[in-house]
């Protein structure tokens, strides 16, 4: 395995890594920074888990090579309560006691939250749309759509 310097910027902080740039970005946050708040699911992008931003768009981690978003902004699950958005999308799951099993969730808000900042009134189409890609094997779909409306609200 060769390793070469790549800088990420995560949750607004540099770090410089001597990684393999093929390594998935959600392994260099996991293994080499310790942030364990983004999840692995299936490791192909089918589930969400481990959905961050980049440059404010959601993208999933576990297909990601960290030599494609080198210096580029990423954004985790441990920085949502310090984003305007992200907090009111994790008050409205307290609320709505979306979590189950939890294992889904930092994926699902990270998506939620990508939604209302593209979209502050989305429809139960724009919802399903974009939570499309997120799984949760508890079934708590319904109360993420509720949540989700909930956030949207307490943001207009």
């Known amino acids: 395995m060769s390793t070469s310097k790549v800088t990420l910027s995560v949750n607004q ?8 740039p093929a390594t998935p970005v959600l392994w260099a946050l996991r293994d080499a920074l ?6 692995f699911g299936c490791g192909q992008a089918l589930c969400g888990a481990c959905t961050v931003h980049l440059n ?10 960290v030599s494609s978003v ?24 307290v609320k709505h006691d979306v979590a189950q099993c939890g294992y889904c969730q930092s994926g699902q808000i990270m998506s939620a939250t990508a939604l209302l900042k593209s979209n502050k009134k989305p429809t139960d189409a724009d919802i399903d749309a ?13 109360r993420i759509r509720a949540a989700i409306h909930d956030a949207a609200a307490h943001l207009a």
């Open 13 to 20: 902080k540099q770090h410089q890594l001597d990684i393999d």
């Open 56 to 65: 404010g768009q959601a993208i999933r981690s576990c297909i990601t090579p």
């Open 70 to 93: 080198s210096g580029q902004a990423l954004t985790t699950i441990e920085a949502l309560e310090n984003d305007p958005v992200g907090k009111v999308v994790q008050d409205a799951w």
């Open 130 to 142: 974009a939570m499309s890609g997120n799984i949760c094997r508890c079934g708590t779909y319904q």
């Open 34 to 39: 310790g942030m364990t708040g983004t999840k």
